[in-house]
């Protein structure tokens, strides 16, 4: 018997001692970000696929894995054939599986703290289009089978975000907070996201890898105060001055229950509560409290994602770091730096400069790294063994970023390793056309995201060319890498606002051959006196030049990437002094087309 088929035969035997006939198993954890703990990977655990999004449902005789498009190889590869079958959604779906499966009539459990209260009444009606019933329970199978072997969490480390670099107070943005909250008639609010709540208290974290954030929730009463719920033991020492500031009204519990006892909660309140994000088990607690609940999206996700002034300069200021690290790693390639190295040995490189610089704290993600066709998986992840040498005569397209102590970055550059053929450079410089558009665009207040990707896409498809994911997604302050609400894509619905970070990232991929992606950060301007706002492009790095055909770009094109590389070499050259060797391959990299 292989290992995973002995871990589901005690699964299985776990799921029917607590009176079930099923489990379903999410990749969530209960604060629900795109990233989660080594020791939260249940998933991974019981399955061994490890992407970023699925779920599994295990039946006595029977057992499934779901994730969307970009995963349907991967579950495949990476989960035990005669235990998994693997299916990919939208066109798969749970109901139906259930049904074919025989689920009717069977009790279907799921772990509360693991689902929102949105997921829960999603798979609620699943399970009820199948026969069967689902059943809320608290103690988790999968947790009582994983002993031996499960990760430890590591020490938290929370610290303070300087008011400098945060650009607010604490007792600011509960002002404004405040004010939302009169606005909309609601006299408290549950925070149930984690970046938010970092955000608002101005704290960051180690709790997770590559996002630097503490796991944390928080209530905001506007007669009470704000109560944060968290680690008190490593929170407390950090948040000394706030916990003794009566004028702020904050207070910080072990984590345990959702309402305090003491804050006169009851009837007549009205508070706000996010079904997207609010775990399950969270919801009866304070249905119980005799409040009026209001479903609302967070309200602190908008003040966050619009950057102040000081976040806008942290920002800026990260990016002039980052860009010189990547004109060490560019200048390394070019001189055959990665020749007859791993993918995987090139991430490590670029991650040890990163490291090396002054005020670096984690990666904002995996690095992509993908040589010839891996550079067309989309989201690739070299794994040391399983990984290409660095191709000749190819592109290699490495997508990284970084959290430093007063901004986030995101960037992917494309390179020829050797020399590009003409349709390399045809497709380059249709994605270039694209990022310009993005760069360049001018809009009315209003413009939503979905707008904006049309332009970026419009000299794609003149050619006949598109790329299958969003041109941009909003980016966090030392927080996520990836953040809503707005985001450039064609779900984009969100108006876009001043002080937005959000990437521009258009790509063009071919199959089994090589990959294409331009990446930079951009903020959205204020707008002018005719009321039009557009894109400040924050990275520093120059793009490609070998692999531009400058006969297909049109004169305000050529403008602006020669403006663009007389920038980049006016902001990075003073942070390379002294480094002869990659200031010489920055000027030629910048030289005007
Ligand atoms: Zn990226
Ligand atoms: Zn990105």
Known sequence: ????????????????????????????????????????????????????????????????????????????????????????????????????????????????SLVTVAGYKRLEKACRQAGATLLAQSENPIDAVWGIGRPQRGAAR??????????????????????????????????????????????????????????????????????????????????????????????????????????????GAVIQFEPASLPQALYAPLAACGAKLVEAACPVTVMKAQKNSAECAGTRRAHIEDGAVMVRFLHWLSVGGGNGMAESDIAAHLLSLRKASPHFIASSFDTICGSGPNGAIVHYRAIAGQDSVLQTDSLLLVDSGAHYNDGTTDITRTVAIGTPDAQMRRAFTAVLRAHIAVALARFPAGTTGQQIDSLARAPMWSLGLDYAHGTGHGVGHVLQVHEGPASISKRGTEALLPGMLLSNEPGCYQAGAWGIRTETLVIVTAPDDK??????????????????????????????????????MEKLAPELAGETVCLDWLTAACAPV
């Open 531 to 568: 009321g039009f706002s557009g894109f400040e492009t924050v990275t520093l790095c120059p793009i490609d030049r070998n692999l531009i055909d400058v006969d297909l770009l049109l004169p305000t094109e050529r403008d602006w990437l020669n403006a663009y590389h007389a920038e980049v």
């Open 158 to 267: 929370p610290f303070r975000m300087p008011d400098r670099v945060a650009g607010q107070t604490m007792a600011e943005k509960l002002a404004v907070l405040d004010k939302k909250l009169a606005d909309s008639g609601a006299d408290a609010v549950v925070i149930s996201r984690v970046d938010a709540v970092n955000w608002l208290v101005n704290i960051r974290g180690n709790d997770l890898a590559n996002t630097p954030v503490n796991l944390v929730f928080a209530l905001y009463h506007r007669e009470n105060g704000l109560l944060i719920l968290g680690d008190v033991a490593s929170l407390a020492p950090v948040m000394e001055g706030d916990l003794a500031n009566e004028a702020a009204i904050v207070a910080l519990e072990q984590f345990d229950a959702l309402i305090d006892p003491r804050a006169g909660y009851g009837e």
């Open 1 to 112: 018997m292989t290992a995973t088929a002995a871990r589901m035969q005690s699964l299985r035997a776990a799921i029917k001692n607590a009176g079930l006939d099923g489990w379903y198993v999410g990749r969530e954890d209960m604060f629900q970000g795109e990233e989660v703990p080594p020791s939260e990977e249940r998933l991974a655990f019981i399955s061994g696929f490890t992407g970023s999004a699925g779920y599994g449902v295990i039946l006595d005789d029977a057992a499934a894995l779901f994730s969307d498009g970009r995963y349907t190889l991967q579950m495949a590869n990476q989960s035990d054939p005669a235990v998994w079958s693997t299916h990919t959604l939208p066109e798969a779906s749970l109901a139906s599986w259930l049904t074919e499966a025989g689920a009717d009539g069977k009790r279907i459990g799921v772990d509360p």
